[in-house]
């Protein structure tokens, strides 16, 4: 595996740094973007079959016969070349996407500058899907499937052309209704105060119901997709229940909530699902970071779980949020590449602090998201802040 950065030059695609926390308005439309660079499609029209092999017979004074027969034989091969070797096409796979988390606070705090960011590079990149880190409904997640924050936070924020695409979303430790406060909810924020159901449940995010409210929502615990035929295979796993301090929180006993999940589990679950895939790629999606530069020390619970795992398998790529920032990590002889992409909304980290706990490659202390494209064996993914309209950085990863 290798990683590089990548040069800025203008890009058009025609189909498929730092900066304080505060708010920003969204940037005009008058600057240039600098999409990925990825290849343009071609567009393929589906031949007449009988049209084109009726004027081959009146050009030809072959019988019909024989030139059906000759059709029929080189179908029959190319079908033999695919079943001997079903990845030989594998390499022209193509799909873009963009990954935004801790973004779900109505409008407010820098999310609609994001969102109005995204809709102009998803216009130019025309993404895929797109990929939500957690943390989608500050602070406590949603009351019910009719909250009515489920249209602020997300279908009236993101509600451009260009991001009309499915969002599949993992859960993080604020959609598990977190409330640090005692059990009189004495401390919580209007969303929960005085109310008897100030315990929240993150089961509203996994309900069907959303879905019929919005074709885009996609959310589960962990789960898997699967990309060009067996060419990529995403992972995302739900880590809140390996986080210690969850264990003893308020939110731990919400229904649904941290005391009826296992991390064994969900990891041994993970495992065995790496262990099947004979995918080219292996990325894996989750909400905490295993790895970070932004606080005195590493993912503790899960730096020792997590990361021989992924090493193990070839994992190459973990994208995660939590941290309200962006950052990219990667450490020397390491398969895994760390992308922390949390600036969906908030940044909350002035001024600036960095740790340097190993692979600290890049940080951005401002709001934004990343876009990547897969094309073939190369991953290229551009990390976008709102103070301007082209990458902040770039990274290209390569799948051997």
Known sequence: MAAAMRPFPARMVDEHGLEK???????????????????????????????DLAGLQQRSAWPAGV????????????????????????????????????WGREGMQNQTAVAALM????????????????????????????????????????????????????LGNHDYGECWTDESCAEVTARCQGRP????????????????QDWRWHCERSFMLNLGNGVADLFFIDTNPAISDYQTAV?????????????Q????E????????TAQWKLVIGHHPVRRNNRPDNNMDMLPTLEPVLEKYGVQAYFCGHEHNLQYIHRQNSSVHYVITGGGSLTDYSPIVHFDNGGSQFQYWGSGFV??????????????????????????????
């Open 21 to 51: 926390p505060q708010e920003y308005e969204a940037l005009g439309s008058e600057s240039e973007l600098t999409p990925l660079n990825t290849a343009a499609a071609s567009v393929n029209q589906k031949p007449n079959a009988d049209s």
């Open 67 to 102: 030139l059906t027969g000759l059709v029929l034989l080189a179908v029959a091969l190319v079908a033999a070349v695919i079943a001997v070797n079903p990845g030989i096409f594998k390499r022209e796979f193509k799909s873009q996407f963009l990954l935004v988390g801790d």
């Open 265 to 268: 589990e969900n990891l041994l």
């Open 119 to 170: 809709a102009q590079v998803a216009d130019s990149q025309k993404p895929d899907f797109i990929l939500s880190m957690g943390d989608n409904f500050y602070e406590n997640g949603l009351l019910s499937v009719d909250d009515p924050q489920f249209h602020s936070s997300f279908s009236e924020v993101y509600s451009a052309d260009s991001l009309q695409v499915p969002w599949h979303a993992i």
């Open 197 to 212: 159901d100030c315990y929240l449940s993150p089961l509203h995010q996994l309900d069907v119901a959303l879905w019929e």
């Open 251 to 263: 939110f731990a006993n919400n229904t649904g909530g941290i005391l009826q999940q296992s991390w």
């Open 371 to 400: 876009a990547c494209a897969m094309q073939g064996s190369s991953l290229f993914c551009d990390f976008y802040g709102i103070t301007q309209k082209k990458p902040v950085y770039s990274i290209q990863l390569t799948a051997y």
């Open 270 to 277: 993970l495992e065995a699902n790496l262990a099947r895939s």
